[in-house]
């Protein structure tokens, strides 16, 4: 801590800032974006998972079968893989197709901003699917047989005590996969979404300087992980029963 403390004060001491002014507004439109991919995915990938776990830990075979293969093949292919497919190949064969071509969707489909969001949301609901399914496998099966003792149904049950019960369960790893998903957003930068990495990169290369600029985006990052950690623990505190 105090090497990597020294480092930072000697580049803010001796390194090159003039830069900054003149890019400063770029930066921040690139947090927003960053924070603004980070909310709309994290949010449509867990409301994904939360299905994806509930076929698993509890549904017919069919669609167990179909979620948890689902959740190996992201598991198990890179997201960067993952976000070309849909850019370059989904994205290709939308052109060809004048029903698509000629609807209200085309304006929003010939961007990268889509495919992006719907890379990252399905690469979260691929690793939360897999959390919930074992959060919701975990819940005391006496909390869900008290339930039915008090004459709940099953979408009662499950909205009262089943999910809620495993979502906090599942909170910890929910922070940790929230954390990696926003050091997964500057892999958007490779289909033209402007991040925070897509600005920096432009800063180096208009600027020919590359150790204070990495340096800045390494900050940002580390200050954006820290208040996500620091949300999701006061959550964490403020749930009641977190022991039990």
């Known amino acids: 801590m105090l090497c990597g403390a020294g480092i930072v ?23 927003g974006q960053s924070l603004l ?17 509930l076929a698993q830990a509890a549904g ?9 293969s689902f959740c190996t093949v992201i598991r198990g292919t890179p997201l960067l893989l993952q976000l070309w497919l849909l850019y370059y190949g989904l994205g290709s064969l939308f052109p060809l197709i004048p029903e698509i071509r000629d609807s209200f969707l085309w304006p929003y489909l010939r961007q990268a901003w889509p495919y992006a969001v719907l890379a990252l949301s399905l690469s979260f609901a691929g690793y939360e699917g897999e959390v919930m399914r074992g959060a919701l496998a975990g819940v005391s099966r006496g909390e869900l047989e008290a339930g039915r003792a008090f004459g709940m149904g099953r ?60 340096l800045l985006m390494a900050l940002i990052y580390l200050l954006l992980t820290g208040i996500l950690v620091g949300l999701f623990r006061l959550l964490e505190n403020r749930l009641p029963g977190k022991g039990a």
Not at 37 to 53: C, N, Y
Not at 167 to 178: D, K, M
């Open 9 to 31: 004060l000697a580049a803010a001491l001796v390194g090159r800032w003039d830069w900054l002014p003149r890019y400063g507004g770029m930066i921040f439109a690139g947090v």
């Open 37 to 53: 991919l980070l909310l709309a995915t994290a949010v449509l990938g867990f409301l994904i998972a939360v299905p994806l776990g």
């Open 60 to 68: 017919p075979w069919p669609l167990a079968v179909a979620a948890r």
């Open 155 to 214: 979408t009662t049950l499950l909205r009262r005590i089943w999910l809620p019960r495993a979502i906090q369960r599942a909170l910890p790893t929910l922070a940790g996969e929230t954390v990696l998903q926003l050091k997964s957003t500057p892999l958007v930068a490779t289909i033209t979404v402007v991040d925070i990495y897509a600005v920096f990169s432009r800063i180096r290369q208009d600027t020919y300087i590359t150790y204070e600029p990495l």
